[in-house]
């Protein structure tokens, strides 16, 4: 790693971190607000369920694939501008959803969104990783995490409110007059970040990596609606594998490559990346398949859905500066590992729960899951934005943003056919042949998702066991030293 140039970057940290943390804070409030808005923009607009989906997933399309591409060149041409840029670029992507009149413009309008976020989400914690010395670099990305987790914590309630009160064009109003405060903040208070580096960007390898994370992400979205086997779901996997194959020879014939491929040798990087997957690939099904299990087998009614669904966030950014912290302090081998194990061990408890369970039952239970990866996250990041050289911060902040995304997909798309194959099995074998067919489904779905989260158990476990190869904090120091 080489340390932070504060030398040159004569801004405040902390003043750097906040902004930092504002333009996070919204980013990740909008998708929240947006999820809970569907059923209105679906009336709205007119659009069936599927097209409806669209409008969330054009955002996260456009996010995952840029996030290497404006990483790279935040590093290139400095972290404030890309940022500054994305802020504004969201805005305007923000204004265009409130001025929609069609669900056609508002799916565009949610790209645009999406281009913007990609270059607040690769360049922000690298940002930060700049402005900090090393010796606060986690405590500073536990912030970041906070800022993240509060946005999903509010996105939910203050959709629900605007929407309410307001009309679904301000949740996306809102963000305008913000975005632009903000980017003058940072235009006019900020100085330092903005070195130019000599170098361009890789096009070839930006275009393949682009069509082969779009060829997954494709076969991903298709592959959960026509099934797995279908024609179309597998040609677009066989692309995406070419692709990758073809990026990786790329890049390692290129003079300066978009991504590196030297970097997978620092055991930290490489390691990170596989745990960052792993969490988030575990973690992911327990937001999305949980409130299936609340609604429809315990019967619990919405308001106390959404109470249970806020004790994750809440955890988080309880959490999350406590262990970015503690990892400036005795490494993020020991943190990381544990955190892992214990997201883990919350998943087994989850497995205990079954159609009579209460509600203190379930909190407990989320609690814990939710304090493993908590202790997880931040140490995670930092370790991995500490294993590359300062050059290349903002490719680091991609790629742990990029295993972010990747790892979600991958983890509802696991999950999903795990509870989809035990709940055809349960049909299918007659176990439940005396049940009514709503009991017979909420059955199979209980014992489905029990499944998954087994599932889920062991990947974090073997997480865990390879989070502990990592580099030992007296090495780390050693290491750090000779940069």
């Known amino acids: 790693m080489v340390t932070t140039s504060n030398k040159l970057n004569r801004s405040p940290k902390w003043l750097v971190l906040n902004l930092v943390a504002i333009g996070t804070f919204m980013s990740t409030l909008d998708a929240g607000i947006v999820t809970v808005a569907l059923p209105t923009l679906t009336s709205v607009f007119r659009t069936g369920i599927v097209a409806s989906q669209w409008f969330v997933l054009s955002y996260t399309f456009a996010i995952t694939v840029l996030l290497l591409a404006f990483g790279k060149l935040g590093d290139l041409f400095g972290r404030r501008r890309l940022y500054v840029l994305g802020i504004l670029i969201f805005s305007a992507g923000s204004a265009a959803c409130g001025l929609s009149v069609t669900g056609l413009m508002l799916i565009l309008s949610r790209a645009i969104q999406g281009i913007g976020t990609a270059m607040v989400m690769s360049s922000g914690p690298a940002f930060v990783t700049e402005a900090f010395p090393h010796s606060e670099r986690g405590k500073s990305l536990g912030f970041i995490g906070t800022a993240v987790a509060l946005g999903l914590l509010a996105g939910p309630l203050l959709g629900g409110l605007i929407i309410q009160y307001a009309g679904w064009r301000w949740m996306f109003f809102i963000n305008v007059p913000i975005g632009i ?5 940072l235009t006019v208070k900020v100085r330092g970040f903005d070195q130019n580096r000599d170098g361009v960007l890789d096009i070839r390898g930006t275009i393949i990596m682009s069509l082969a994370l779009a060829s997954f992400l494709g076969a991903e979205t298709v592959g959960s609606k026509t ?3 279908s024609p179309i779901t597998l040609s677009l996997f066989v692309a995406a594998a070419i692709l990758t194959g073809a990026f990786i020879i790329t890049e390692r014939a290129a003079d300066m490559p978009i991504l590196d491929l030297k970097l997978f040798r620092q055991r930290e990087f490489t390691i990170g990346a596989i745990a960052g997957w792993a969490n988030y690939a575990a973690t992911m099904p327990v937001a999305i398949f949980m409130p299936f299990y609340l609604t429809e087998i315990l019967r619990m009614p919405p308001h106390l859905v959404g109470l249970m669904l806020t004790f994750g966030p809440a955890t988080l950014a309880i959490t999350a500066p406590i ?17 892992l194990l214990t997201a883990a061990i919350g998943l087994l408890t989850l497995r205990a729960l079954g159609p009579n369970a209460s509600a203190s039952d379930v909190a407990w239970r989320l609690v814990l899951a939710s304090f493993g990866s908590a202790m997880f996250v931040s140490p995670n990041s930092s370790a991995v934005m500490g294993s590359v050289p300062q050059s290349d911060l903002g490719v680091a902040a991609g790629v742990v943003a990029l295993v972010r995304n990747l ?12 509870i989809a194959t035990v709940q055809k099995n349960y049909a299918v074998t007659g176990e439940i042949m005396n049940a009514s067919p709503a009991i017979a489904r909420n059955l199979g779905f209980l014992a489905g998702l029990k499944a998954a989260f087994l599932v889920s158990a062991i990947i974090l476990i073997l997480a865990s066991l390879i989070s502990a190869m990592r580099v030992r904090p007296g090495d780390r120091e050693a290491f750090e030293k000779m940069q």
């Open 181 to 185: 405060t903000l980017a003058l903040l």
């Open 227 to 229: 099934g797995w086997k």
């Open 323 to 339: 262990a970015g912290s503690l990892s400036d302090r005795i490494g993020s081998r020991c943190l990381t590992s544990i955190g």
């Open 407 to 418: 790892g979600m997909v991958c983890g509802i798309s696991i999950a999903g056919a795990v």
